[in-house]
């Protein structure tokens, strides 16, 4: 692994420079599109040529790696190594000129992430970092959850993707958020998936869910979460894989409550 931590400095200057193009070129004033069509195509301008950059540099960095298409893909590849980015995770709120969105690059080995960037450009600047196996980062300070009760636990959660439509996770997305509110102190969506779950990883949130395979926007989330210590499973408490139907990522101290909130969702 040594020469993924190697690697880890320069995929973060990537992460940063696309961050710093996509704030620069973010309208103020929130997109005029009135449909999905509109919208998508608005995005798509924008979107489209930071993809295209961040997967240039990231292939500059590991020639050997392939590429994902598309960061909602359900389906990781099990073998070989391959990059999954997604230069603006929460383009809802980008296209809104809201600052909650990030920029994420995964390196993905054998079917599990490996190295894993997630930086919010209008955040801050917020960069969080983690390569499997060698704990995770949060702007260079190593990064860990918070111990604290249940009752004073902000929780974090994921709409359902969109693309997959599945009626079984918007059932069970919405049977989860009553289950949840009543146990804890808050419940927020803040938008892009990775940087909630890294967000639980340092404390800032007590825990995430979200029903529905999100392979693609969970995978970075997931090990910065996981190397920093927080526990992450599906909701049934089973090891997350990106092929589980559910996740639940929480501080060690929340996370056995947090599937006591989540049991009779189903």
């Given at each position: 692994?040594?020469?993924?931590?190697?690697?880890?400095?320069?995929?973060?200057?990537?992460?940063?420079?696309?961050?710093?193009?996509?704030?620069?070129?973010?309208?103020?004033?929130?997109?005029?599109?009135?449909?999905?069509?509109?919208?998508?195509?608005?995005?798509?301008?924008?979107?489209?040529?930071?993809?295209?950059?961040?997967?240039?540099?990231?292939?500059?960095?590991?020639?050997?790696?392939?590429?994902?298409?598309?960061?909602?893909?359900?389906?990781?590849?099990?073998?070989?190594?391959?990059?999954?980015?997604?230069?603006?995770?929460?383009?809802?709120?980008?296209?809104?000129?809201?600052?909650?969105?990030?920029?994420t690059a995964t390196l993905v080995r054998d079917g599990r992430a490996v190295l894993a960037v997630v930086h919010a450009p209008q955040l801050g600047?917020?960069?969080?970092?983690?390569?499997?196996?060698?704990?995770?980062?949060?702007?260079?300070?190593?990064?860990?959850?918070?111990?604290?009760?249940?009752?004073?636990?902000?929780?974090?959660?994921?709409?359902?993707?969109?693309?997959?439509?599945?009626?079984?996770?918007?059932?069970?997305?919405?049977?989860?958020?009553?289950?949840?509110?009543?146990?804890?102190?808050?419940?927020?969506?803040?938008?892009?998936?990775?940087?909630?779950?890294?967000?639980?990883?340092?404390?800032?949130?007590?825990?995430?869910?979200?029903?529905?395979?999100?392979?693609?926007?969970?995978?970075?989330?997931?090990?910065?979460?996981?190397?920093?210590?927080?526990?992450?499973?599906?909701?049934?408490?089973?090891?997350?894989?990106?092929?589980?139907?559910?996740?639940?990522?929480?501080?060690?101290?929340?996370?056995?409550?947090?599937?006591?909130?989540?049991?009779?969702?189903?």
């Open positions: 692994m040594n020469e993924i931590q190697q690697l880890l400095p320069e995929v973060v200057d990537a992460v940063r420079a696309v961050g710093a193009r996509l704030a620069a070129t973010r309208p103020a004033e929130p997109s005029p599109a009135r449909t999905l069509p509109e919208a998508m195509a608005r995005f798509a301008a924008l979107d489209g040529p930071a993809g295209e950059e961040l997967r240039l540099r990231l292939g500059r960095l590991r020639p050997g790696a392939g590429q994902v298409g598309d960061e909602l893909e359900a389906t990781v590849p099990a073998e070989g190594e391959w990059w999954i980015c997604d230069p603006t995770d929460g383009a809802v709120q980008y296209l809104l000129g809201l600052p909650h969105w990030a920029v600047g917020s960069t969080y970092a983690a390569v499997l196996g060698c704990g995770a980062v949060l702007d260079g300070r190593r990064a860990a959850p918070a111990d604290r009760e249940l009752a004073v636990a902000v929780a974090g959660f994921g709409h359902p993707p969109l693309a997959a439509q599945d009626p079984v996770a918007l059932r069970r997305a919405g049977a989860a958020l009553p289950a949840v509110l009543a146990r804890v102190l808050a419940v927020r969506n803040l938008g892009p998936t990775a940087l909630q779950v890294a967000q639980v990883g340092s404390g800032h949130l007590g825990l995430f869910w979200e029903y529905g395979p999100d392979a693609g926007n969970l995978l970075p989330g997931a090990l910065i979460a996981a190397e920093a210590g927080a526990v992450v499973t599906d909701a049934l408490g089973a090891p997350w894989t990106p092929a589980a139907d559910s996740f639940l990522a929480a501080a060690p101290g929340l996370h056995g409550d947090a599937l006591k909130a989540l049991a009779g969702v189903g």
